[in-house]
């Protein structure tokens, strides 16, 4: 993706310019994402791509705080499958010293997933608000879009896991309103046509499903996973 692209060059240029912290700063970023988000690119990088990105970033690094909580989170995200509840609070912790806001959101992010992964819907649920209250900190602006879009949209999910339409329903409607996505239904009506098939509102989701298709077939039918479960959604239906 560009994201990653673009994370790459920074890489290179800080190197050039003798910037061997913002080198390996932008090196762990890519490395995180890589591990991270999969499930929004089409063209899925290998966790061993990841984890020599992440070497070449320890090596870089001139021991500057923020890089290495950068390194910390990332090496979290890394070492997702035996990751405790524990290490994943001190990644978290370690985000937050940093003063790192869109890094927290990251460290939160993956706690949300920890707690699915061990079946622990209520601890997921908080820290969904926990997330909540650390995004809302953040502008609104390229830096920081995919936080804004993964944590509305991963937030309603982990909402209707619970069993709470009303609060999955209002991080839907957020998505939706989302000024970047908003004129794109594959993006903004992702989480609406999940929550609106689960609850019984099959016209709403008949209505919205052409918007949905539509927007995937102007961005070239992209096959991206994370999307899967709105379109199961619509074939429920």
Not at 92 to 99: D, K, L, N, P, T
Not at 175 to 198: I, K, N, T, V, W
Request: hydrophobic share 45%.
């Amino acid at each position: 993706t560009d994201m990653l692209r673009l994370l790459r060059e920074a890489a290179d240029v800080s190197r050039s310019l003798g910037d061997l912290g913002g080198a390996a700063r932008d090196l762990a970023w890519l490395s995180l994402f890589i591990t991270r988000a999969p499930g929004i690119m089409t063209q899925t990088r290998t966790d061993e791509e990841a984890a020599a990105l992440l070497a070449e970033a320890s090596g870089l690094s001139d021991g500057y705080g923020p890089v290495e909580a950068v390194i910390a989170v990332a090496k979290a995200f890394a070492g997702y499958r035996d990751l405790t509840v524990e290490g994943c609070e001190h990644a978290v912790s370690v985000a937050r010293e940093a003063g790192d806001l869109a890094l927290e959101d990251a460290a939160l992010d993956l706690l949300t997933a920890l707690h699915l992964r061990l079946d622990d819907i209520p601890s997921a649920v908080a820290a969904v608000r926990r997330r909540d209250a650390v995004i809302g900190s953040l502008p609104m602006v390229a830096t920081y879009g995919f936080g804004h879009g993964d944590h509305l949209k991963y937030g309603s999910e982990v909402l209707l896991a619970a069993g709470d339409l009303t609060g999955a329903s209002e991080y839907a409607d957020r998505l939706a309103r989302l000024r970047f996505d908003r004129q794109e239904g594959l993006l903004s009506l992702a989480a609406r046509l999940e929550l609106d098939a689960l609850a019984g509102h099959f016209e709403a989701v008949l209505r919205d499903e052409h918007l949905f298709r539509d927007s995937w077939e102007r961005s070239g039918r992209p096959l991206v996973s994370n999307l899967a479960s709105s379109a199961s959604a619509v074939a429920m239906v």
